[in-house]
């Protein structure tokens, strides 16, 4: 595909349009943004393009149309719908992630209230409730601090979860990135990272946290990720 074949790239981003500017209404939903900070973006399928958030628009103004087209160096597809606006000053990191994790689908950005209390104090969360096993697979590790605007934060990104468990990474003094299979699953990890850095939060103000052992925290990681919920008839989640 011509990366100005526009009949054939509109085509294949439709219905990811749509996806990524709806999920948007989840970080607010879930008090995960203020004002037009925080972005979503999702690898559009057997292309190398993705889709993600306008800079600076309000989320109330956000719609499918909105939504920025861009090749995996960042650089905006001319001629699109949405090309006209400016993307997320996040596009570089996402498009390095897309570059270097193959796997991802969707990466999404916030700077939800408790987690980046977590990145200002440069600490990890540690792995100590079972929802944080089951989603995260241990602790949520911080990145390196980086600046905005080039590809600094999205090298600390991969660097950071390449290799491990977690879809999220605490940045050192800014905020939460997540990955996901897709946009919404990378929605999904931010919701459940606030969740998380939330209740820890709590818990260590009433006294010491109490670690899980490591091998329990593998059981439920497994579990969670091939036995929980609904599956097909050949036995993969549904």
């Not at 628009?57 to 939504?67: F, G, I, N």
């Not at 977590?118 to 929802?131: K, L, Q, S, Y």
């Not at 990145?143 to 600094?152: T, V, Y």
């Not at 939060?201 to 609904?230: C, E, K, M, T, W």
Request: charged residues 20%; aromatic residues 6%; negative net charge.
């Amino acid at each position: 595909m011509s990366a100005y074949d526009i009949e054939a790239i509109e085509e294949a981003v439709a219905d990811l349009r749509r996806q990524v500017s709806d999920l948007h209404s989840e970080l607010t939903r879930y008090d995960l943004v203020a004002w037009t900070a925080g972005n979503v973006s999702g690898r559009v399928p057997g292309h190398d393009l993705f889709v993600i958030k306008p800079s600076g628009v309000s989320y109330d103004e956000l719609r499918a149309d909105a939504m920025v087209v861009c090749d995996l160096d960042g650089t905006v597809i001319p001629g699109t719908r949405g090309s006209e606006r400016s993307p997320s000053s996040d596009t570089a990191a996402h498009a390095y992630v897309y570059r270097h994790m193959g796997h991802v689908g969707g990466v999404v950005h916030t700077h939800s209230t408790y987690a980046t209390a977590w990145a200002a104090r440069n600490e990890p969360i540690p792995c100590v409730i079972t929802a944080m096993a089951d989603e995260f697979g241990g602790d949520i590790p911080i990145g390196p601090f980086a600046i905005i605007g080039d590809d600094s934060i999205g090298r600390g990104i991969v660097a950071t979860l390449t290799g491990h468990r977690s879809r999220a990474v605490l940045m050192a003094n800014h905020g939460v990135f997540t990955i996901g299979s897709d946009a919404k699953d990378a929605v999904k990890a931010a919701v459940m990272c606030e969740d998380v850095a939330r209740t820890v939060h709590i818990a260590r103000a009433g006294g010491p946290l109490v670690p899980i052992d490591p091998a329990a925290i593998d059981s439920l990681f497994d579990r969670y990720q091939n036995v929980y919920g609904q599956h097909d008839q050949n036995g993969d989640p549904a």
